[in-house]
């Protein structure tokens, strides 16, 4: 037995099996256009990724061809130091015509790859060390024992986030943000990003938001679990962040979101991490976000800094 149902947004009747309906109802029509936005969002969310990849890219080229020179060489003209700072600045403009070339793409998996085997040595929240900072005091300050270092690891969500995060104590506290990132990504390179964290860091994660209608939730769940034993294995220090509220994002989406907070915060229960929600410091709030509704702005980005730098201090102290 059927009837006609009106639609809730088209306000167009439709001949539907009285079993099926659902109040209020909703249309083929307009299921379907619902489902095409979603992967309209998806697709954006997608492009802006790609293009902070390509950002990431250009800046390798440059720096793993040297261009990238200190200042107080270039600055030194008339001195030993100002001498050799001119001799690799004039190798670097030689160099600049190979530059013009535009880049070959990279994927995501070979870029990280990149950008680790690049910061090899390079501590303080992915910035230069500075004067006096050897890789040998780094060192000595694990096996001494006065700071234990603390390591935040993530897609693209988190940039900016060490503004705040290493204030004074940049050798003990790193950002280690790889836009595009998925759970499997973090994962595989997780050894190698704690590999000079020293004994029994504190290492916090925020990723997923990647994976969100690109992975199977079966799967997804896996890699998560996964990734945890990874993380038990290197550190009992261990914070989850949870993944943020998306102003543009439609129902269906929201709903994903929501349900794997959920479910990540009974994993963390179950193995002894910490989880961090952000829910509702972010939900309704599109004065916190850019634009494209997924990355955060400044003031996003300093709320974001200010939870996981506390709840760093609290697992460190």
Known sequence: MGSQEMCQYCEMWEFVDTIDVEDP???SKCLRLEELQLRIDELETQLHTLRYIREGEYYLDVLCQGMVTPTSL???????????G??????GRGNQEEMRQEPQPLSLTSMTEALTQCKDGIRGCGRDEQPGCSTVDQEAIQEGGVRRNAVVIGDSIIRGVDKVLCGQQNMSRRLCCLPGARVKDISAMLERNLQREGEDPVVVVHVGTNDIGRTRKEDLLKEFEQLGNKLKS???????????????????RVRKIKKLNAWLKDWCGNNGFGFLGHWHQ??????????DGLHLNGAGTGVLANH?????ERSLN
């Open 25 to 27: 109802y909703s249309c």
């Open 74 to 84: 270039t600055n030194s003209v008339g001195s030993e130091q100002g001498k050799e």
């Open 86 to 91: 001119v001799a690799i600045s004039e190798a």
């Open 234 to 252: 290197r550190t009992s220090r261990v914070l989850i962040s949870g993944l943020l509220p998306e102003p543009r994002a439609k129902s269906a």
């Open 282 to 291: 972010y939900w309704d709030r599109g004065d916190l976000f850019c634009k």
């Open 308 to 312: 996981i730098t506390r709840a760093v």
